[in-house]
């Protein structure tokens, strides 16, 4: 079936670095752009990065902007998620995210793994 | 960036009530607006894409409108697996962002 399995959370210490994997099986990974979005304990979701299908683009929010690298792997249906002095506030179940359209103009995020915690504390 | 704010935060209802959910962005984002559905522990769900098209499988009873700046998800008879939380996107910028969340509880 289609699915996304998030993999690499745990706990960090403040400063340090934490890459975060994400499996793609079911489907055909190369033509959709994917996203990375966190959500802390407790609180709203908030959309951190987006990579092109060809991972040409990218984008990032302003809160990660500078400290953490999206990739991916085309050849092995992974996206991934660098994470770099990491924060605090930088703790957060973190999902990848399909981007539905292809060519399409109606992104929107249509598939979702089960979330990876990332846990930043000394 | 695009602030996006929801109205309520909150709110409790009936099972059968008729539940709105507004959403409000800070420039027009000419429809590019998501509607996604949360429960506890879990993922969340796509409802409603470019603001009015139903994703497949979603219940017919979840209906999505508006333009411009203002945007409405709309649940026609509130169902016992519909409490939970549920957001706004835009996507119409490539910084995109989410509303703060709706919860709607059991009265």
């Known amino acids: 079936q289609v699915q996304l399995v998030e993999s690499g959370g745990g706990v960090v210490q403040p400063g340090r670095s934490l890459r975060l994997s994400c499996a793609a099986s079911g489907f055909t990974f190369s033509p959709y752009a994917m996203h990375w979005v966190r959500q802390a304990p407790g609180k709203g979701l908030e959309w951190a990065a987006v990579?092109?299908?060809?991972?040409?683009?990218?984008y990032y929010a302003d809160s990660v902007k500078g400290r953490f690298s999206i990739s991916r792997d085309n050849s092995k249906s992974t996206l991934y998620l660098q994470m770099n002095s990491l924060r605090a506030e930088d703790t957060a179940v973190y999902y990848c995210?399909?981007?539905?359209?292809?060519?399409?103009?109606?992104?929107?995020?249509?598939?979702w793994g089960q979330g990876t915690m990332v846990t930043v504390s000394s | 960036d695009i602030q996006m704010t929801q109205s309520p935060s909150s709110l409790s209802a009936s099972v059968g009530d008729r539940v709105t959910i507004t959403c409000r962005a800070s420039q027009s984002i000419s429809n590019y607006l998501n509607w996604y559905q949360q429960k506890p522990g879990k993922a969340p769900k796509l409802l409603i894409y470019a603001a009015s098209s139903l994703q497949s499988g979603v219940p017919s009873r979840f209906s999505g409108s508006g333009s411009g700046t203002d945007y409405t998800l709309t649940i026609s008879s509130l169902q016992p697996e519909d409490f939970a939380t549920y957001y706004c996107?835009?996507?119409?910028?490539?910084?995109?962002?989410f509303g703060q969340g709706t919860n709607v509880e059991i009265k």
């Open positions: 996107q835009q996507s119409y910028s490539s910084l995109w962002t």
């Open positions: 995210a399909r981007d539905q359209a292809i060519n399409s103009g109606e992104n929107a995020f249509d598939i």
């Open positions: 990579i092109s299908d060809d991972g040409s683009k990218k």
